[in-house]
């Protein structure tokens, strides 16, 4: 008896089958590397924001130079808001519900300098902008900061993946009555899943992202508006040692209960100093309302504290923050006196130039990222 073979044919359709098959396979199966997803923006030119506004007086030109070098070594595009005198602001454009003293022209010249790129966010419409004051510095590896920085805010504001109301930090977007006052430490290293942003690689539901400060402090325990959760990222190379870090706000938590080298994420409470911070297009637009429009009895910096904290007859806004913050003052060589037009710095002399805590500074390694040399000099090394 002869055995019954299968007809050739079947051979051939089973053969060019699978062939199909893995040529389908391989050219139409996406690849993570084929999809642009919006945290890739984070390395575009304006750093994942629509526009990088750079706030200063058109007169100090030094700082101009300064800020347009720094941008062109890190491969962004920013745009000049000029800076006020305070002087120069009529009292009926300072909005007051009761009468009392006009406050001081550096405040007030701050104040409006901030408002006016607000107000060109909001006429503009644009989704979202960094704002920068003119005399700040960066580390050559922001980038790389900024893109933690938004895994870190995702994890804090977006809903867990697939659990529209459910959030890594039990106490967001507000605490309840019954909350806890503490809650466990999110690490950077292992993130939970949530659902991905669709307007910014920032998340979708922040009104300020406050990224340049000197001085910040983690929720307090008994605020009951504010979340509490924290993202810590430990042994981030570009953070420096504790001995070179400071803040206005004592005690210095990040100092006294973390590691070495520890960077943190959180919401914003008692910021101090608005080096840089973004907006996006609804936090401008509330900005423009609770500050622009309200009564403007402190300095702008105070005033974003009110704004995101929910005090003085203003709600509460989406803000987050990062300790030890991204944008630093950069503190250049020369007169005293330079170092401000509206503060008071009195005589004397810096002989040499230095950013406040930041390690591979672009302004202080200009030399180096000009040349194309591998050589960084690390302000802040460890001992
Ligand atoms: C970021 O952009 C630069 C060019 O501007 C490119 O060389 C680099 O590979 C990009 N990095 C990532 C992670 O996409
Ligand atoms: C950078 O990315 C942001 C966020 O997706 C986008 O709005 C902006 O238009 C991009 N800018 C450039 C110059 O590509
Ligand atoms: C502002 O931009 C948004 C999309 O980002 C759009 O839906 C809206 O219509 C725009 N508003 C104005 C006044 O142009």
Sequence with gaps: MAVRHPPTRIYAAVIISAILLIYVYSNFTPTKAKFHTLLDDINN??????????VGLPSRTDRRDGMSLQAALSNMNIKFVDGVHGSSIPDKAIPTT????????????S???????????????????LILEDDT???????????DFSLSAQALTHPLLGSPNLYADPTYPTPSAGSPKVVPDLSYDQLPSTEPPKISPYGDNWDLLWIGHCGMHFPFEDNRLIPKGRVIHHADASV??????????????????????????????????SLGYAVSQKGARKLLHEIGLRDVTDGFDILLR??????????????LTVQPALFHHHRAAGPLSASSDIGDHGAGFRDASSTDMVRWSVRLNADALLEGDTEIIDQYPDT
């Design 45 to 54: 030119s304006t750093l994942g924001f629509q526009e990088i506004l750079v």
């Design 111 to 129: 104040w409006r300098a901030h408002m006016n790129a607000i107000q060109e966010v909001v006429r503009r419409n644009l989704t979202s902008a």
């Design 137 to 147: 510095d960066w580390d050559v590896r922001l980038k790389q900061q900024l893109k």
């Design 240 to 273: 420096a040692q504790k001995q070179y870090l400071w803040t206005f706000n004592i005690p210095f938590t990040l100092k006294e209960q973390y590691p070495e080298h520890t960077r943190a994420v959180h919401h914003v409470q008692e910021g101090v100093c």
């Design 98 to 109: 009761f009468e009392r003293e006009r406050m001081n022209d550096a405040s007030l010249g």
């Design 306 to 319: 009110f704004f995101c904290e929910g005090a003085r007859g203003r709600r509460r806004h989406e803000c």
